[in-house]
């Protein structure tokens, strides 16, 4: 026969299992693509320059909700620390539609930095969104991206 003690132990232990994280890592080759956006790849102000180089996705599954979450981590370069940076993860279906968006704002310490935006919902688990792609990028004004585009337009060799 179990103690007060005991009993009270085991029954906190079992509620507290049951309030537990419910999220399960998904192994990488069931995640969905991830890329920087050409596009958006670099983020220009005055003499201020950042880029990012690297992107890495790691996925999750709510075994209760069946939602598909993902966390992505960037790598740059920064000519200026300090400086306020707004990135994007956006996750895209099959006809290149945004299913889902967030956002996140960074002031870099180091001008080589690493980054995380936190874990969003990029769909369900055997839903139409679980065929999604994500892309990673900078949060640009209009003429920043125009500027982008230009000059990734000059390197394909392309007139403007």
Do not use: H
């Not at 085991?10 to 991830?34: F, I, N």
């Not at 966390?71 to 400086?83: A, D, F, H, K, P």
């Not at 968006?101 to 080589?112: G, H, I, L, N, Y």
């Amino acid at each position: 026969m179990l103690g007060k003690k005991t009993f009270t132990f085991l029954a906190l232990g079992l509620s507290l299992a049951a309030c537990g994280p419910s999220l399960d890592k998904v192994v990488d080759a069931q995640c969905p693509p991830v890329n920087i956006l050409t596009t958006a790849d670099i983020w220009q102000q005055g003499g201020i320059r950042a880029q990012l180089s690297v992107v890495e996705l790691a996925c999750f599954i709510d075994s209760k909700t069946d939602e598909l979450q993902a966390s992505v981590r960037v790598r740059g370069t920064l000519n200026q620390t300090g400086t306020d940076l707004a990135l994007f993860a956006a996750a895209l279906n099959t006809q290149n539609e945004i299913v889902a968006r967030t956002q996140v704002k960074a002031s870099p310490s180091e001008s080589a930095y690493s980054l995380m935006i936190p874990k969003f919902v990029y769909g369900q688990k055997g839903g139409e969104s679980a065929k999604a792609r994500v892309v990673v990028g900078f949060v640009l004004t209009p003429e920043q991206l125009q500027a982008n585009r230009a000059t990734y337009k000059r390197q394909l060799g392309l007139r403007e």
